[in-house]
T-cell receptor
């Protein structure tokens, strides 16, 4: 089991550029979550999908952020245009929602550290 | 969204000392989880608690699910340098809600 795979690990971009973060969930997991982590705000849930369908995107900060999950094995989080205040670590996590025992799910990727200059 | 309050925010302790941290919420949760995040990595699950009053151990870690279902505690005994990291609590109801984190530094 390769775990949740995120790419890239680090991204440095100029303000105004488009940024795309990628996530491959654990095979068989049917729920996927995007989080943002900053020193000031901790871990914030941005959006989550069940069976590739967006369920709750109330955490997405503004229209510049969008997320897609075209199939069960891939999701993207896009920021367009990026701003310096978007600098953070973005985590993807996946889970098998059919299992009630949390020990069987909610595995995090290693994150993408985004710096917007 | 919902946020859980953790305390203390940070701790600096000597190797060998015991550590205690807690997490409180204004809402009731069905499950409490504790995660550890190493520098540059994502959080990793340490302990899960399923019912009020439950006390669970995992090696040197002990966690308790508060009777009111609104809080949880994590203790680490005889700390070692590799315990350094950020510890997060999480409560689950319809969603996962994460705590604000406790940063632990262990001084050799």
């Amino acid at each position: 089991d390769a775990g949740v795979i995120q790419s890239p690990r680090h991204e440095v971009t100029e303000m105004g550029q488009e940024v795309t973060l990628r996530c491959k969930p654990i095979s068989g997991h049917n729920s996927l979550f995007w989080y943002r982590q900053t020193m000031m705000r901790g871990l914030e849930l941005l959006i989550y999908f069940n069976n590739n369908v967006p369920i709750d995107d109330s955490g997405m900060p503004e229209d510049r952020f969008s997320a897609k999950m075209p199939n069960a094995s891939f999701s993207t989080l896009k920021i367009q245009p990026s701003e310096p205040r978007d600098s953070a670590v973005y985590f993807c996590a996946s889970r098998d929602v059919t299992r009630t025992d949390p020990l069987y799910g909610y595995t995090f990727g290693s994150g993408t550290r985004l710096t917007v200059v | 969204g919902q946020q859980l309050n953790q305390s203390p925010q940070s701790m600096f302790i000597q190797e060998g000392e015991d550590v205690s941290m807690n997490c409180t919420s204004s809402s009731i949760f069905n499950t409490w989880l504790w995660y550890k995040q190493d520098p540059g990595e994502g959080p990793v699950l340490l302990i899960a608690l399923y019912k009020a009053g439950e006390l669970t151990s995992n090696g040197r870690l002990t966690a308790q699910f508060g009777i009111t279902r609104k809080d949880s505690f994590l203790n680490i005994s005889a700390s070692i340098p590799s315990d350094v990291g950020i510890y997060f609590c999480a409560g689950t109801g319809n969603q996962f809600y994460f705590g604000t984190g406790t940063s632990l530094t262990v001084i050799p």
